[in-house]
């Protein structure tokens, strides 16, 4: 972006700030606020964006100062300047060995006060740092082209730092090789705006770290699952015509791509991402192969596997269908460009990807690709169940047949455990990623989700459920508030995991029961995903149908409408006395 | 020399936005409120990406008015 383009974006809006975020340096904010707040409007759509800074030159009061404000963000921007001044090119004290000895002790006495500072400041709100982007000046007596003591040591007290700050969930800092991507290395510092305004980035260097900036507060939902192509993608060669010997993923049979893209689905796998094969072979050569002992991606961890003659896309289908997953959550990954395309008509939403199996540089940047498309910050107790779950209660319900019955539901040992959410990352995480099972398609920043739990008489819980088939972990999120003449849900979600068990008629019984309310209401909004909320609702003949509104659902309504439950509950919840 | 004004004016209307149009001419940082040394750096950022040239932030330094700034420019 050019700085005249980012003006023009700022000078567009005439709307009332929608976020304030703070932007925290000891450098003069100039350029770099200006990307940033641009940036930011962009990711709003063109709302006005709050951008508030600090005194130059103090860091650390920036800092502190931050901490008794509220705002959506902060965004730290660290430089070696900030670290101690005599590293930057402003100050004049002086090179000598017994100056840089002093220096070291200076930034690792500096860094660990920076540490607390910003754990501090990551209790109030969620914290991006940007660590030392730019170079060291030529402070040493070696030459440039070794490693100096001195730098060293900086080094090791900054890593030290960062990694502390990192500990903290709320702290996220920004990856210079994504940066040095956009924004390489040599040119990052202008000499002559940095010695006449203390603003050392060129215009390029700050509208990457811009960019990163909104990337990492706000970050695309990462996708689902992936199905993929065996021929010429999970390996090299057709299978149908090489035999199972014949096909290969090794570095040897030049074909080492291959093995890195099974390295990474079944990196992806262990993190719980939904793996999936599409693949025009024989079923049983296919079960074959994947029982070579060298396969990097073991087919426990692939579920379903569509092997067979029929389209792709009715492959695909029937595997979103299992999944019970939307299209826009899914990556399909086909050496093809016929049948990604195919597939790519069938299910716009579907991201399609082409395996470019003759070219080496090409599959790593997929491999990159998909590894963005499937970012997490952790990995949940949950996503290690999800395949799992996914895999025994799709098989059994082909034993059941398609439709789920009161029998067969009072046979599975159902377990429904209710809980307080408090600061539960799941359930942040649930809420703001569910579509189906969602009552209004509200999505939260992290701020904004603890004003939540502060509104009087809130309550915030989150439903777990395990049945003999294993455990889906926490599926489930309401919340809400009550008042002295009912109860009223603004956030109600469940995992598309966890339909057909009745978990959400057990939900809203055990809320029933808690607060006594005569009456429950929901804060209701039509999305274009959530018809699985709307058949709730259209069973106690409420009109989910509404565009916008409150549903009302009364409590001997629901009594009198409510399918037989036969979970078993475990009630942890505990809600405050004021409800 | 219409060519250097233009381009100016544009600037002008990137780093001042409330500024009247028909006010560029006259303006300088004595008679612009919002004109501080941080928009003289904003407005000669702009100009050095409008016109393609670096601009020596030092030389500048005392270019604070329209018409000085378009004075430079055409020198330059």
């Known amino acids: 972006m050019r700085l005249a383009e980012a003006f023009q974006i700022i000078g567009q809006s005439s709307d009332p700030a929608k976020v304030k975020i703070h932007l925290l340096l000891g450098i003069t904010p ?22 508030a800074t600090g005194l130059y030159g103090d860091l650390e009061g920036n800092v502190r100062r931050a901490c008794d404000e509220t705002a959506h963000s902060a965004i730290v921007v660290i430089e070696w300047s900030d670290i101690d001044q005599r590293l930057g090119i402003r100050s004049s004290a002086g090179w000598r060995a017994e100056t840089l000895n002093d220096i070291v002790n200076q930034a690792e006495a500096k860094c660990r006060r920076l540490a607390s500072q910003l754990h501090e400041l ?20 070696q030459p440039p082209s070794e490693e100096s003591d001195f730098e060293l040591r900086l080094k090791l007290a900054l890593a030290q730092f960062l990694l502390r ?3 903290h969930h709320a702290i996220r800092l920004i990856s210079d090789t994504q940066l040095a991507l956009t924004s390489p290395i040599e040119g990052r510092h202008d000499v002559n705006l940095d010695l006449h305004a203390g603003f050392p980035y060129t215009l390029k260097h700050a509208d990457a770290l811009a960019g990163l900036f909104v990337q990492s507060l706000f970050p695309p939902a990462p996708k689902k699952g992936i199905i993929t192509d065996l021929d ?5 060669g057709i299978l149908g015509d090489v035999g199972v010997e014949g096909i290969n993923w090794a570095l040897e049979g030049k074909s080492q791509g291959h093995a890195l893209y099974q390295q990474l689905l079944a990196s992806l796998a262990d993190s719980g991402v939904l793996v999936a094969v599409a693949s025009k072979n024989d079923p049983g050569i296919v079960e074959e192969a994947f029982r070579r002992p060298d396969i990097l991606l073991q087919s426990s961890s692939v579920f379903p596997m569509e092997v067979g003659w029929g389209v792709k896309s ?3 289908g029937r595997i979103l269908q299992t999944w019970n997953i939307g299209p826009d959550s899914v990556v399909f990954v086909d050496d093809s460009p016929m049948e990604l395309a195919e597939v790519g008509e069938k299910y716009p939403a579907v991201e399609c990807l082409r395996f470019p199996s003759d070219n080496p540089g090409a599959i790593v940047d997929l491999l990159w690709r998909l590894r963005t498309c ?5 990995i949940l107790e949950e996503d290690r169940l999800r395949l799992a779950s996914i895999r025994n209660f799709a098989e059994h319900r082909s034993e059941e047949g398609s439709e789920v019955s009161a029998d067969f539901l009072s046979r599975i040992e159902g377990k429904v455990t209710l809980e307080s959410a408090g600061s539960d990352q799941r359930a942040f995480e649930l809420v703001n990623k ?4 969602n009552l209004n398609g509200v999505r939260y920043s992290e701020a904004e989700w603890k004003t939540l739990a502060q509104r009087p008489g809130a309550f915030l819980a989150t439903v777990s459920y395990e049945d003999r088939f294993g455990p889906l972990g926490r599926i489930a999120v309401l919340g809400g508030y009550c008042t002295d003449d009912a109860c009223h849900v603004d956030v109600w979600v469940m995992s598309c995991r966890a339909f057909s068990r009745h978990i959400e008629f057990q939900a809203i019984r055990q809320l029933f029961s808690k607060t006594s309310a005569a009456e429950i209401r929901f804060r209701f909004k039509s999305t274009e995903r959530n018809g699985p909320l709307k058949s709730f609702f259209a069973h106690f003949e409420l ?5 916008e509104g409150e549903l009302v659902l009364r409590a001997e309504d629901f009594g009198r409408l409510c399918p037989r439950l036969f979970h078993q509950v475990n009630d942890k919840w505990m809600m405050s006395e004021k409800n | 020399m219409d060519d250097v004004r233009e381009k100016l004016s544009r600037c002008f209307a990137l780093a001042f936005p409330k500024m009247d149009p028909s006010q560029y001419a006259a303006a300088s940082a004595q008679n612009t409120k919002e004109w501080d040394s941080i928009a003289q750096l904003r407005l000669l950022t702009l100009v050095s990406e409008e016109f393609g040239r670096d601009i020596d932030f030092e030389e500048f330094e005392g270019a604070t008015s329209f018409q000085a700034l378009e004075q430079a420019l055409q020198v330059q």
């Open chain 1, 30 to 51: 100039l350029h770099l606020e200006t990307f940033t707040q641009a940036r930011l409007m962009q990711h709003f759509q063109g709302a006005g964006v709050d951008i």
């Open chain 1, 122 to 141: 990551a209790t109030r709100m969620p914290v991006i740092v940007a660590g030392p982007t730019l170079t060291l000046p030529p402070m040493t007596y």
């Open chain 1, 165 to 167: 700050a990192a500990n």
């Open chain 1, 232 to 236: 010429q993608t999970l390996w090299r």
């Open chain 1, 314 to 316: 009715e492959a695909v």
């Open chain 1, 374 to 378: 499937f970012g997490k910050r952790e």
């Open chain 1, 434 to 437: 569910t579509n189906q099972f």
């Open chain 1, 543 to 547: 009109n989910g149908s509404t565009a």
